[in-house]
T-cell receptor, first 112, second 112 residues
Framework: SQQGEEDPQALSIQEGENATMNCSYK?????LQWYRQNSGRGLVHLIL?????REKHSGRLRVTLDTSKKSSSLLITASRAADTASYFC????????????FGQGTRLTINP | DGGITQSPKYLFRKEGQNVTLSCEQN?????MYWYRQDPGQGLRLIYY???????QKGDIAEGYSVSREKKESFPLTVTSAQKNPTAFYLC???????????FGDGTRLSIL
């Protein structure tokens, strides 16, 4: 089952601009995670935000979580060509189960 | 270096043949996972194991089988019953608690 839905499906911006991706989900969660995938590679973990947190930062990344709206956003500031990748949100619904449900992803292209 | 190793990187299956994908981790993680990714899509869970000698079906287990005889290893067999096996297969592992999943670099399976 695909719980997360990401928006937009594809995003193309100029280098230096900010990129915002959104994720909506359907059921209560324990935590929500964001991953990046370069073409033909495995996923790399970016940020984990727990259900009792509202915002988290890591370098140029900022993640927000609104549990009342069942949504999250990932902001990448001052984008670089190396940020070109697909970005996925994943929800962990039950504490301790460690069973993630992934969204369909946003394909981000940074143009030089 | 700690990580997850998947092999082979590319695999071809003939009609009626079973093939086995290897996944090995040296992160001392208890939980391991197998996902299937189709082009332009998110990840779907095939099987997961939270402890040696135990595993559970994910959302799309039909036509697949797994074993977990050692903590480090979680091989996936794609059987001849899986009629549409062409996909990118990803293995992941994680420790206990709210830990992110670590991914291998995947195996791309195609039909001859």
């Amino acid at each position: 089952s695909q719980q997360g839905e990401e928006d937009p499906q594809a995003l193309s911006i100029q280098e230096g601009e900010n990129a915002t991706m959104n994720c909506s989900y359907k059921t209560s969660i324990n935590n929500l995670q964001w991953y990046r995938q370069n073409s033909g590679r495995g996923l790399v973990h970016l940020i984990l935000i727990r259900s009792n947190e509202r915002e988290k930062h890591s370098g140029r990344l900022r993640v927000t979580l609104d549990t009342s709206k069942k949504s999250s956003s990932l902001l990448i500031t001052a984008s670089r060509a190396a940020d070109t990748a697909s970005y996925f949100c994943a929800t962990d619904a039950v504490q301790g189960a460690q069973k993630l449900v992934f969204g369909q992803g946003t394909r981000l292209t940074i143009n030089p | 270096d700690g990580g997850i190793t998947q092999s082979p990187k590319y695999l071809f299956r003939k009609e009626g043949q079973n093939v086995t994908l290897s996944c090995e981790q040296n992160l001392n993680h208890d939980a391991m996972y197998w996902y299937r990714q189709d082009p332009g899509q998110g990840l779907r869970l095939i099987y997961y194991s939270q402890i040696v000698n135990d595993f559970q079906k994910g959302d799309i287990a039909e036509g697949y089988s797994v074993s977990r005889e050692k903590k480090e290893s979680f091989p996936l067999t794609v059987t001849s019953a899986q009629k549409n096996p062409t996909a990118f297969y990803l293995c992941a592992s994680t420790g206990w608690g709210d830990q992110p999943q670590h991914f291998g670099d995947g195996t791309r399976l195609s039909i001859l």
